[in-house]
């Protein structure tokens, strides 16, 4: 098929000035603003104007399979300009939540060794599966686990049917392994959970509001002066267009030009890559 | 709330009369023949009663977290009179399916190491996650794994976005652990694999047509001359009911007066337990 003329790239004069007048810019990271083979051409040197141009940037990722600590290195070794501040993780947002509620320090937490660690350097005590069972934790988290057991999600739903608060780090149902492969998510193992006891957990992480708040907490800033950049439209655009913040598609990475005609989030700026923004700002 | 009389136990003679005439009779296990103490009140001589009238007797679950061996040696040591032929798994349903799809012999089953080798000892091989990612099986069968682990949920996954066949061995969301407790069955898993990839397995075992054609072709009898009797009313009653076979509910296991009354699903026989079912044979 011919590739049609994408007329949901032309931006209005408006939306422009709205995305050159933020002051944070929120970037999402695999897809938007590197690939499997390396940074996205011209990532860095946009990523260098957000900075000298005195705006805060951020990075932020559902993906909680690895910890904090290694996704700064993995930043670092991209290149990217990063200090741990800025990296934004669905952890932060289950974190905040949890202790914004009261449900801290004990949790269950069904995720892998990284992300438990993550926990605990929060303050978190992960109990094991025995002391779960033994005393009620404060809260269940599920959160992404590719080291998952079946004993895992026996104590989970045993958890869950006693009426524990119960937490989803972020509603992917997919986790890019690759730009091709994927793997099953946290949302993949909330259906489970809700098919085998009804219940559905309080989801932070994008594109919910509690990450939004998260965002304009730490960025001290209202939403409109926000811009968030990003290639997945269930998560990263559909926050944007919901809350209000500069909605930023880039076509670098899940969507496509045909995705997004037949989708109705309509994101104020559309363009190939972040490199087209560096001009913007 | 007092107990109100349960007109649902008023058997009408046609069928007390069809029941008496049954010439095979499927008894489900856990809460129509024993709880966790025990075998139930008067079981033992109805089973009897069974055989020494020459009716076919078959015992059938869905429950596939223990081998055939195992459920025989179970059953032995509760003193029923059971022989291989007679012992009746949702495993055997998902062979014949199988077998009569030449979906044999390579498969990659979730399923434990019990599972793994009653299949192997019914002639399949079953791969392991490197050999199934590499050379596709005739089929994937979702089984009841408490060994479940993500390297298996994600391996099932990748297969069945290529588009492998796909069986499961029973739709039971929950497995009774006791009779008050329970824990995540197949049909929680098919919830997540649906939700990850939007396929939805072929269902054998109870309350399938693939567990009808089954018993039909076990027992060489018509539907309307096999009873089968269980405790569950959407699996056990509602296979029963739809098929046509005599349908007996015991109120001895899952199924309560009121939960019957709030139910569509109107069996053909309530009684209290099997015992009371021996002098209509």
Request: some cysteine; hydrophobic content about 40%.
């Amino acid at each position: 098929m011919a590739k049609k003329k994408d007329t949901t790239k032309q931006p209005n004069m408006e939306n422009l000035q709205r995305f050159a007048a933020a002051q944070a810019i929120v970037c999402d990271l695999d897809g938007t603003l590197y690939l499997e083979d390396g940074p996205i051409q011209g990532a860095l040197q946009f990523l260098d104007k957000v900075i000298s141009s005195h705006r805060q940037l951020y990075y932020f990722t559902n993906n909680t399979s690895i910890s904090r600590q290694r996704w700064l290195g993995k930043l670092h070794e991209l290149g990217f300009p990063v200090k741990n501040h800025q990296l934004i993780t669905s952890a932060d947002c289950a974190d905040a939540y949890l202790k914004r509620n009261d449900l801290y320090p004990r949790i269950y937490l069904v995720g892998n060794r990284d992300l438990q660690q993550d926990f605990e350097e929060r303050g978190f005590r992960c109990l094991t599966e025995d002391e779960a069972l033994s005393h009620d934790p404060y809260a269940v988290v599920l959160g992404f686990d590719t080291e998952l057991t079946y004993e895992k999600i026996y104590t989970c739903y045993q958890l869950l049917i006693k009426g524990i608060p119960y937490i989803a780090t972020h509603p992917d149902i997919l986790c890019p392994v690759t730009h091709t492969t994927f793997k099953p998510d946290v949302g993949s193992f909330i259906a489970l959970f809700e098919t085998a006891c009804g219940r559905r957990p309080i989801v932070v992480g994008k594109p919910t509001r509690e990450a939004v708040r998260f965002i304009c907490e730490k960025s001290h800033l209202p939403v409109s002066l926000i811009a968030f950049i990003g290639d997945r439209l269930y998560t990263d655009i559909q926050m944007a267009v919901e809350s209000g913040m500069i909605s930023v598609l880039v076509l670098s990475g899940e969507t496509t030009s045909a995705l997004l005609a037949s989708s109705s989030l309509k994101p104020e700026l559309v363009v190939d890559s972040v490199a087209d923004l560096t001009t913007i700002l």
